[in-house]
């Protein structure tokens, strides 16, 4: 289908209700030359429409923006049965996350049942632990449900990031979704689809539970069923218990527990797109031991994990209610004298770093802190790319290292010096926490690594987002001090992005910094870029020395 024109688009966004009349009259007031694409522009600038809005309705699609009475913002992810949106409530701007039921499901009365099924059972669950459903309806063909936006990213997104945890950055975590999943049995929900995706991490440092239910959706005559939901009646045949065993959901929390303390899933084919391959499996019994493991956790922890995934089900956990007592044991022997604790002596959980023990991936560990104790090497896992992503070091007899990444010689690569370690602070003292704050818009994730190891050692909080579009939505929820923009992952379309970042700072008279890092083909971009009090400009190949010094003279680390 032909894209429309910038003038009919324009019309739309006011017919269908993605700006008021009186928005639309400021827009074109506002376009400095009156066409549809500077209304547009205006538009996108003011944050009152998306780009991801905007590609929609060039292709003609101008009928999936509202859902009763939330907006689709923009496209989050999809499975097999929905799709879901980042959105808001129209009337009050509350952010929300908007699953929609497949259009193929739409039409069959047992899949939608099951959806609703899914979103009732939903409202009732109130916990820390477990994603709020908010509210659910029907507008036209189209089923949704509102649910709680989470800002951060799934386990399993994560674990790319960091590979695996150390036992003490994983136990919070562990004992907030055994809570959680507690919880929902005790109010008659199991899970049945437990796995990295359908576990979120907050920037709060909190893990949610996502999605719980749809994996029973069947279509009839179809056979159609979740892939998860295949490994659980494999495993519920394998062991003889019957259909909905709620020691079925212990087992594979405990497969995620395994995952995040060791990076790798136990079940080799549990992400197999085959459902007869998984049915035929017989690989339960056959899984490594965690305590075998070359990142083996404390014998203790490892013991719990172990007894969460028993083939026998009487040498099993038998409640979740059980794993979480076993944490909790665990975690007040083993920390219990050392780690910060509330009044009701739960780990304290800081807003701005995540748990005691557990550091935001979304920010940088306290570069004052010491460094945690070195690990085991792993040489599969780091070869993958060539980083060491458990401490953030390159590894120098690695060929694809920031060298290799930034396109410099070996030789070129300037690391930037450890920070002097200061002592740890007196019981009940508050160390600073106040730095400043720098938003990395980088696609590539061993870039990523690099910048982060790097720039927290210089004492910035690094904020990484691999999305232009959601960086500057980022950027319009609270602007940051400083921004590197790495155009060279990204495309000269990102261009717009950078753009709305320096319209927002201009609307609140603040001081937009920027470093924009060009790739080697890039040089005639140079020109477009906008405007800024402070901006700096790099184009590869680049030395890491020459990011940091462009940054300091931009902004120095408070």
């Given at each position: 289908?032909?894209e429309i ?9 006011a017919?269908?209700?993605?700006i ?8 074109r007031?506002?376009?400095?030359d ?22 929609r309705?060039?292709?003609?699609d ?5 859902f009763?009475?939330y907006?689709?913002l ?7 049965f929905?799709r879901?949106?980042r ?10 996350a ?8 739409a ?14 059972a ?11 459903i908010?509210?659910f309806?029907?507008?036209d063909?189209?089923h949704?449900?509102?649910m709680?936006y989470?800002?951060?990213?799934n ?5 790319r990031?960091r590979q695996r ?11 907030g979704?055994?809570?959680g999943?507690?919880?929902?049995h ?17 920037n ?25 939901t ?10 003889g218990?019957?259909?909905?065993d709620?020691?079925?959901d ?5 497969c ?20 007869l391959k998984?049915?035929l499996k017989?690989s ?11 990142y ?29 007592a ?28 995540g ?13 004052d802190?010491p ?12 070869d993958?790319l060539?980083?060491d992503?458990?401490?953030f ?9 920031l ?21 740890a ?20 994730a ?7 190891k790097?720039?927290?050692k ?7 987002i691999?999305d ?9 929820d609270?602007?940051t ?6 155009l ?20 609140d ?7 924009v890092?060009l ?6 971009l140079?020109?477009?870029?906008p405007p800024?009090?402070?901006l ?10 020459d ?6 003279s931009?902004l120095p680390?408070?």
């Amino acid at each position: 289908m032909p894209e429309i024109d910038a003038e009919s688009l324009v019309d739309q966004l006011a017919l269908i209700g993605l700006i008021s009349r009186d928005q639309l009259r400021e827009a074109r007031a506002d376009a400095e030359d009156g066409s549809p694409e500077a209304v547009v522009r205006s538009c996108l600038r003011k944050g009152w429409i998306t780009s991801w809005q905007v590609d929609r309705l060039k292709r003609g699609d101008a009928g999936n923006f509202f859902f009763g009475p939330y907006r689709a913002l923009f496209h989050l992810a999809e499975g097999t049965f929905a799709r879901v949106y980042r959105g808001e409530r129209s009337d009050t701007g509350q952010p929300v996350a908007i699953k929609v039921l497949r259009g193929r499901f739409a039409s069959d009365p047992a899949a939608v049942a099951s959806f609703h099924k899914e979103a009732e059972a939903g409202m009732k669950l109130r916990h820390d632990n477990i994603v709020r459903i908010l509210d659910f309806g029907r507008r036209d063909d189209k089923h949704f449900m509102a649910m709680e936006y989470v800002e951060g990213m799934n386990l399993r997104e994560f674990l790319r990031l960091r590979q695996r945890l150390r036992g003490d950055e994983a136990l919070p975590l562990m004992i907030g979704l055994a809570e959680g999943l507690q919880y929902s049995h005790e109010h008659g929900v199991a899970h049945r689809d437990l796995k990295a995706t359908n576990i979120l991490i907050a920037n709060s440092g909190a893990a949610k539970l996502v999605d719980f239910g749809l994996a029973n959706i069947e279509a009839d005559g179809q056979g159609m069923k979740s892939q998860r939901t295949v490994d659980y009646s494999a495993l519920e045949r394998s062991c003889g218990s019957p259909k909905g065993d709620l020691r079925s959901d212990v087992f594979f929390l405990g497969c995620v527990f395994y995952n995040m303390l060791t990076g790798q899933v136990p079940l080799e084919d549990s992400e197999s797109k085959d459902p007869l391959k998984k049915m035929l499996k017989r690989s339960f019994g056959g899984i490594r031991p965690i305590s075998e493991h070359p990142y083996a956790p404390d014998p203790k922890l490892a013991r719990i994990v172990e007894k969460m995934m028993k083939m026998d089900l009487k040498a099993r956990y038998q409640s979740m209610a059980e794993v979480v007592a076993d944490l909790e044991t665990y975690r007040d022997g083993r920390f219990g004298a050392a780690a910060e604790s509330g009044s009701d002596g739960e780990l304290a959980i800081d807003p701005e770093l995540g748990s005691a023990i557990f550091r935001n991936p979304f920010l940088s560990n306290d570069p004052d802190a010491p460094p945690p104790a070195p690990e085991p090497p792993d040489a599969a896992a780091d070869d993958a790319l060539g980083l060491d992503l458990a401490t953030f070091e390159t590894r120098p007899d690695d060929p694809t290292d920031l060298a290799s990444i930034l396109g410099l010689p070996a030789d070129e690569v300037a690391e930037a010096p450890a920070p002097p370690v200061e002592p740890a602070p007196e019981a009940g003292e508050v160390g600073a926490i106040a730095r400043t704050t720098l938003l990395c818009v980088e696609a590539q994730a061993e870039i990523q690594d690099a910048l982060r190891k790097n720039l927290a050692k210089k004492g910035y909080r690094v904020l990484l987002i691999a999305d232009a579009e959601r960086a500057a939505e980022r950027f319009r929820d609270g602007p940051t001090d400083l921004v590197l923009f790495d155009l060279d992952g990204l495309g000269p379309d990102a261009l717009r992005y950078l753009a709305d970042m320096r319209a927002k700072a201009e609307e609140d008279a603040i001081p937009f910094r920027v470093l924009v890092i060009l790739g080697p083909r890039q040089g005639d971009l140079r020109e477009k870029l906008p405007p800024a009090e402070g901006l700096a400009v790099l184009s590869k190949p680049v030395k890491l020395k020459d990011v940091q010094e462009a940054l300091i003279s931009l902004l120095p680390p408070a």
